[in-house]
């Protein structure tokens, strides 16, 4: 937090460097959980790399701070914040890059949360095949989109398959 304030006193409260460290301070409260601290600085981040022009930097502050809606159960805050980062990245990156698939593994565990099983269904196996074309079928983000698609089949009582 000083370490913010002095940067901004430095170079002004609109400046890459205070957005740079906005987002890393935020991360790191969601990390410690400190939701309401992660969620003001991950918002402050959005704010300036928007008037920036950092489409990249805005994508990744907008993922995490969907994280923290999803955390706080303001899961259609969520799900926006999920929706718009995967436009973005799909714009940038196209289809099929490692960020768009863990962007839809974060939307179909949000969706899942709000009860919508067959759209989370449709958004984590989108997550499996681009995972399986990035990195095969023996891959830790494979098996955690497979945990999810789990979870997803015994929250609607569908245990067997």
Do not use: P
Request: aromatic letters at 4%; one cysteine or more; charged letters at 25%.
């Amino acid at each position: 937090e000083k370490k913010l304030a002095r940067e901004a006193g430095r170079v002004g409260m609109d400046h890459k460097t205070v957005a740079d460290r906005a987002l890393d301070l935020g991360q790191l409260y969601l990390e410690q959980d400190c939701l309401n601290e992660a969620g003001a600085k991950l918002s402050e981040a959005i704010r300036i790399h928007s008037l920036l022009g950092d489409d990249a930097s805005v994508v990744d502050a907008s993922g995490y701070l969907g994280l923290v809606y999803a955390r706080q159960g303001k899961l259609d805050d969520a799900v926006r914040l999920q929706k718009q980062a995967l436009r973005m990245l799909r714009r940038g990156h196209g289809e099929v890059h490692e960020s768009v698939a863990i962007t839809l593994s974060n939307l179909g565990m949000t969706l899942s949360e709000q009860g919508n099983f067959d759209l989370a269904m449709k958004k984590l196996e989108a997550a499996r095949e681009i995972f399986c074309q990035l990195h095969g079928e023996d891959h830790e983000a494979l098996s955690n989109v497979l945990t999810l698609m789990a979870n997803v089949l015994y929250a609607q009582g569908k245990r067997s398959k």
